[in-house]
């Protein structure tokens, strides 16, 4: 049971460039999240997904796309990257909303020069 | 604005006494809160959280305590051990699907 896991742990991007960070979890949770954390702040909401094909915005969702094909999957897309979205991401899976707590991965460290 | 405060940056502890972080809100919408620990180039971790029927609640070394009137949440940890240095969030939700917010964190450092 690997819990929740994310590919790449880090990338350098150029200006412009796209790229879309891998989120997988494997305990069967229908509910799944992005953040960001910027460096002294806390954790941002990008966006989340109730599950397979239902996906809706965060707090901080421009210059980011998402989909949800299968209940494991949850990629985050970057398209036309910036320096403003160098910034740690995590993904996270909940079993359900509100109030129960969410399971982690170890994060994407990206960094846009 | 920041509905989730978290106030002192970094707090120093002795080995074996009491830690005190402390967490204050704006939202009265928020009815769940949780406590994350995280570890440097690791994720967040579930530490303890409690609904806001609550005023305590306990898991061994933690007891995260609410005061709703005053909007104030504490976490401590006693006795406070050399594997408990790592930066704390204060998390909150109001029921919904729609995530959680967090603090910016606290860096607790215990020292021998």
């Known amino acids: 049971n690997a819990g929740v896991t994310q590919t790449p742990k880090f990338r350098i991007l150029k200006i412009g460039q796209s790229m879309t960070l891998q989120c997988t979890q494997d305990?069967?949770?229908?509910?799944m999240y992005w953040y960001r954390q910027d460096p002294g702040m806390g954790l941002k909401l990008i966006y989340y997904?109730?599950?397979?094909?239902?996906?809706d915005k965060g707090e901080v969702p421009n210059g980011y796309n998402v989909s949800r094909s299968t209940t494991e999957d949850f990629p985050l897309r970057l398209e036309l990257a910036a320096p403003s979205q160098t910034s740690v991401y995590f993904c996270?899976?909940?079993?359900?909303?509100?109030?129960?707590?969410?399971?982690f991965g170890p994060g994407t460290r990206l960094t846009v020069t | 604005d920041q509905q989730v405060k978290q106030n002192s940056p970094s707090l120093s502890v002795q080995e074996g006494r009491i830690s005190i972080l402390n967490c204050d809100y704006t939202n009265s919408m928020f009815d769940y809160f949780l406590w994350y620990k995280k570890y440097p180039a690791e994720g967040p971790t579930f530490l303890i959280s409690?609904?806001?029927?609550?005023d305590k609640n306990e898991d061994g070394r933690f007891t995260v305590f609410l005061n709703k009137s005053a909007k104030h949440l504490s976490l401590h940890i006693v006795p406070s051990q050399p594997g408990d240095s790592a930066v704390y969030f204060c998390?909150?939700?109001?029921?919904?699907?729609?995530?959680?917010?967090f603090g910016k964190g606290t860096h607790l450092i215990i020292q021998p």
């Open positions: 409690i609904s806001s029927i609550k």
């Open positions: 305990m069967n949770h229908n509910y």
């Open positions: 998390a909150a939700s109001e029921g919904g699907a729609d995530g959680l917010t």
């Open positions: 997904s109730v599950g397979a094909g239902i996906t």
């Open positions: 996270a899976s909940s079993y359900l909303a509100g109030n129960y707590e969410q399971y």
